[in-house]
């Protein structure tokens, strides 16, 4: 083979690999060239009727034009799968940042209970706490005797508890009365330390204005060898702080009783009501929004741990309570009416997903 005809071969080749405008194509260009019984394959047959010293310079120029076309073959596989690509990006491109359209996405809204159990999950994992849930149904145990409430116990009263039936062995379960069982069982489950919140639906016999046979709360629970009040007071305060987005909160804690904290405060809000409207941080008015405590030795004891060792401290807050104070809901009934026109009024949309980077409520 001439010279010339390794020019006009490569020229050829060059020229349809430039010409194959997809990566199929590409593909058929590199079987001609380069396949088994390509084109530069087939010069190699020639190898053998040649002289042996012209062998080694024909060898060389067969290797040097199969180099050539394999780096042509591949920048120009790399330029076809990035306009591939490119064009892939362009077909599938999505605006973001249009609304919903009209339909179920931008006629739904989130309830509010359910964007303040998010605003309020947001703000403790924001300080380290991780979730824990506990069922709806409960074990009397978990419920009274484990939280250092025992049968004869008063506050078994207080609590208007719905009871199931009797079962063969004597024992009832019950609908939740608050959500420390779940105090319980994560520390029945859990080596301390431990740092956790629990949010749920909670049940009481009771109904009024500011009352509902279930309702939610929010369950907090720090264990370890050194946290003591002043902690609870601090993680009360910024959370507070957090979720009414201002920057200070008129706080009163009250003495109070829980069997399972000692000693036990009740924690209200101050605010003002400026006609229709609350406004946290001022005024002489307040609202009960959680009680709390360093956790009892004796519920310590229950779960195995040694209160000698380790202590913290435990609250549960009415989520319910902490929704009308902020978005100004003065009835709780209708949180639970199905009332839709309630639910567009007070709702949140489905992408107001609660943030500390864009503020928890915007
Ligand atoms: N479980 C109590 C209630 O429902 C609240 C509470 C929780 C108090 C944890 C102290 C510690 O009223």
């Known amino acids: 083979m001439t010279t010339t005809n390794f020019e006009q071969l490569e020229k050829e080749l060059l020229e349809a690999i430039a010409a194959a405008d997809d990566l ?4 058929d260009v590199r079987v001609i060239a380069l396949g088994k019984k390509g084109r530069v394959s087939e010069l190699m047959k020639g190898l053998g009727a040649l002289e ?28 076809l799968h990035e306009a591939e690509l490119s064009k892939r990006l362009a077909s599938e491109q999505a605006d973001i940042t249009l609304p919903p359209r009209p339909g179920s996405l931008s006629e739904g809204r989130v309830h509010p209970v359910s964007q303040v159990m998010d605003e309020i999950t947001e ?19 978990h419920n009274f005797t484990a939280l250092n409430i025992p049968e004869e116990h008063p506050a078994r009263q207080e609590h208007d508890t719905f009871y199931f039936n009797e079962r063969e062995d004597g024992s009832r379960l019950v609908l939740r009365t608050h959500t420390s069982p779940v105090q319980i069982r994560t520390m029945e489950n859990t080596e301390p330390p431990l740092r956790i919140i629990a949010p749920g639906r ?16 929010v369950e907090g629970l720090v264990i370890d060898e050194v946290t003591h009040m002043g902690h609870l007071k601090w ?16 706080m009163r804690f009250r003495a109070s009783h829980f069997p399972f904290t000692e000693p036990s405060m009740e924690v209200d809000v101050g605010y003002a009501k400026v006609g229709d409207e609350i406004r946290i941080g001022e005024g002489d008015d307040w609202l009960e929004i959680l009680g709390c405590g360093m956790v009892h030795p004796n519920v310590l004891r229950n779960v195995g741990y040694d209160p000698a060792k380790v202590q913290g401290f435990a609250f549960g807050m009415g989520v319910d309570r902490l929704a009308m104070l902020k978005y100004g809901m003065p009835d709780l ?21 609660p943030t500390l980077a864009r503020g928890v409520s915007s």
């Open 333 to 353: 009934r209708p949180f639970f009416a199905a009332d839709l026109r309630w639910l567009k009024h007070y709702g949140f949309g489905v992408l107001d997903v």
């Open 202 to 217: 909670v049940y009481r016999c009771d109904s009024d204005q500011t009352h509902t046979p279930m309702f939610h709360q």
């Open 235 to 250: 993680v009360l305060d910024a959370f507070c702080r957090a979720y009414f987005e201002v920057d200070e909160v008129k």
């Open 123 to 141: 703000i403790f994992a924001d300080m380290g706490f991780s979730i824990a849930e506990g069922p709806d149904i409960e074990t009397d145990y």
């Open 52 to 79: 042996p010293e012209e062998r080694k310079a024909f060898g060389q120029a067969v290797n040097g034009l199969k180099e050539r076309v394999s780096a042509a073959l591949s920048a120009r596989k790399d330029t």
């Open 24 to 27: 199929v194509t590409l593909e």
